[in-house]
């Protein structure tokens, strides 16, 4: 009996909690706290519901983490899939989309999206980007000869715009400013190796929702573009280095024209509408 009670004993005394266990208790829950202080700022009245998320076959913190994540995301402008408190508590974890070294050295892209990357300069030396890859897999859509009379190296985003702004294929410039990160959104100009650590105000959550709001009428707009493209590849592919290099005549006259007051036309001089114009579709055909 004395024996059974002694086993007892041993088995009921408490064990010393390891430092680093200890450690790690205190730090999630500072990191919970931190956590839920972000939900009750910007979701107070959901916060009881977040917070009392659960998830089959995951952890309470994982569903708390993921229920946050889709309503903020329904809500604001897409964060990174996330697991764990920190992942949140400490700044704004923004999806990034900038194009990093790697990245312009991928090829395997749409064939619309492929042909304006062969449009546009890339920002490095010619010894570390990927023309000459590039031009050699755009040949499977666009005759050899229409590629050779891209510049060498490509236009520059300034050069695009120059030609390009108010026309139907404004996107090019945009997609140039992508590539080289001048967007002026983070969304599109940072990429993962970057910091940009952005602390969870709502003054900055609202920046950052007017941000992804451009981010992403730029990415819909250069959709847009690389889809016409992609239906006619050598045609319009054509098309489009005309209006880069300055050829398309009519696109001239029409950016030329807001520059006066008035024009000569078949009834006489008359002024030059200064509305905003209305949105230039693609052309099926644009003649020289």
């Keep these: 009996m004395i024996a059974s009670l002694r086993s007892l004993r041993r088995k009921l005394r408490r064990t010393p909690v390891k430092p680093t266990s200890v450690v790690a208790l205190l730090g999630r829950h500072e990191s ?37 994540s889709q309503r903020f995301e329904a809500e604001y402008f897409p964060v990174y899939e996330l697991e764990e408190y920190d992942q949140i508590a400490y700044g704004i974890p923004f999806a990034r989309n900038a194009w990093d070294f790697d990245r312009l050295h991928e090829l395997d892209l749409p064939k619309g999206e492929l042909l304006l990357f062969a449009l546009c300069s890339q920002p490095y030396d010619t010894d570390y980007d990927s023309r000459v890859p590039l031009l050699d897999a755009c040949e499977a859509h666009v005759p050899r000869g229409v590629l050779t009379e891209i510049p060498e190296g490509g236009f520059a985003p300034a050069q695009l715009h120059e030609r390009l702004d108010d026309t139907p294929y404004a996107a090019a410039a945009l997609y140039a400013d992508w590539l080289w990160a001048e967007t002026d959104t983070v969304f599109l100009d940072v990429d993962d190796d970057m910091t940009a650590d952005i602390e969870w105000t709502r003054d900055n959550v609202l920046e950052l929702m007017a941000q992804w709001q451009r981010a992403e009428g730029i990415l819909n707009r250069i959709g847009e573009l690389a889809d016409w493209l992609t239906q006619d590849a050598p045609e319009r592919f054509t098309q489009l280095l005309d209006a880069a290099l300055g050829r398309d005549t009519r696109l001239n006259y029409e950016r030329t024209r807001r520059l006066y007051a008035c024009e000569i036309t078949e009834h006489g001089v008359v002024p030059v509408p200064r509305d905003e114009p209305e949105p230039v579709a693609l052309p099926l055909v644009v003649s020289g």
């Design 32 to 68: 919970y706290l931190a956590f839920r202080r972000v939900v009750r700022e910007l979701f107070p009245e959901a916060e009881a519901e977040i917070l009392s998320a659960t998830e089959s076959g995951g952890s309470r913190e994982n569903a708390r983490v993921w229920a946050f």
